[in-house]
C-alpha cells in the first residue's frame, strides 16, 4: 500500500483565505482609503482612466509587503514547529510576487467593480458573510496545525 504523500489542499486554502481576509479588514481597508484620496487629486478628465491603475499599483505595493513580511512569517512559523529550514530569501520573493500580482489585479477591478457592487445589499452582505466563514475555518485549521506539531 502506498503512503500518502500529499498535501490537504482545504486547510491551506482557509488559510491563504484567513490571512487575505485579515489584510482587507484591516491594513486593505485603510490603504484603499488612502489611495482613494490620492486618486481623487487627479484632475477629472484623468480621474477614470487613471483611478484603476493608481489602485492596482497600491494594491500590488501592500500585497507585496505583506506577501513578503507576513505570509512567510507564518510559514517559519510553522516549518520551526517541525525544524525545518525557514524560507529563503527567493522563496519569500516568489511569495511577495505572487501576492503583488494578484493584489494588482483585485485593487484594479476592485476600483471599477465597487461602485454597481456596493448599489446592490444582498451581494455585500453574501461576500461579507463569506470572508467571515472563510476567516473562521482559517482560524481553526491554523490552530488545528499548531496544536498538532506542538503534540507531535
Given at each position: 500500500?502506498?503512503?500518502n504523500?500529499?498535501?490537504?489542499l482545504?486547510p491551506?486554502?482557509?488559510?491563504?483565505s484567513m490571512l487575505a481576509?485579515f489584510f482587507?479588514?484591516?491594513?486593505?481597508f485603510a490603504l484603499?482609503w488612502?489611495?482613494d484620496?490620492?486618486?481623487?487629486q487627479?484632475k477629472?478628465?484623468l480621474r477614470a482612466?487613471?483611478?484603476p491603475?493608481i489602485f492596482?499599483l497600491?494594491?500590488?505595493?501592500?500585497?507585496?509587503?505583506w506577501g513578503?513580511?507576513?505570509?512567510?512569517?507564518?510559514?517559519?512559523?510553522?516549518?520551526?514547529g517541525i525544524?525545518a529550514?525557514p524560507?529563503s530569501?527567493s522563496?519569500?520573493?516568489?511569495?511577495?510576487f505572487?501576492c503583488a500580482v494578484?493584489?494588482f489585479?483585485?485593487w484594479?477591478?476592485?476600483?471599477?467593480v465597487a461602485?454597481r457592487?456596493?448599489?446592490?445589499l444582498?451581494?455585500?452582505?453574501?461576500?461579507?458573510?463569506?470572508t467571515?466563514v472563510?476567516?473562521?475555518?482559517?482560524v481553526?485549521?491554523?490552530?488545528?496545525?499548531?496544536?498538532y506539531?506542538?503534540?507531535?
Amino acid at each position: 500500500m502506498a503512503t500518502n504523500t500529499g498535501i490537504a489542499l482545504v486547510p491551506w486554502i482557509c488559510i491563504a483565505s484567513m490571512l487575505a481576509v485579515f489584510f482587507c479588514y484591516t491594513v486593505g481597508f485603510a490603504l484603499f482609503w488612502a489611495i482613494d484620496y490620492v486618486s481623487m487629486q487627479i484632475k477629472e478628465s484623468l480621474r477614470a482612466r487613471l483611478a484603476p491603475v493608481i489602485f492596482g499599483l497600491g494594491g500590488f505595493i501592500a500585497y507585496a509587503t505583506w506577501g513578503y513580511f507576513v505570509i512567510p512569517a507564518i510559514f517559519d512559523s510553522l516549518l520551526a514547529g517541525i525544524d525545518a529550514e525557514p524560507l529563503s530569501v527567493s522563496q519569500r520573493l516568489a511569495v511577495g510576487f505572487n501576492c503583488a500580482v494578484l493584489g494588482f489585479v483585485a485593487w484594479f477591478v476592485a476600483k471599477i467593480v465597487a461602485p454597481r457592487f456596493s448599489e446592490r445589499l444582498a451581494p455585500v452582505v453574501v461576500t461579507g458573510v463569506i470572508t467571515l466563514v472563510l476567516a473562521a475555518l482559517g482560524v481553526f485549521y491554523m490552530v488545528m496545525i499548531f496544536t498538532y506539531i506542538a503534540h507531535a
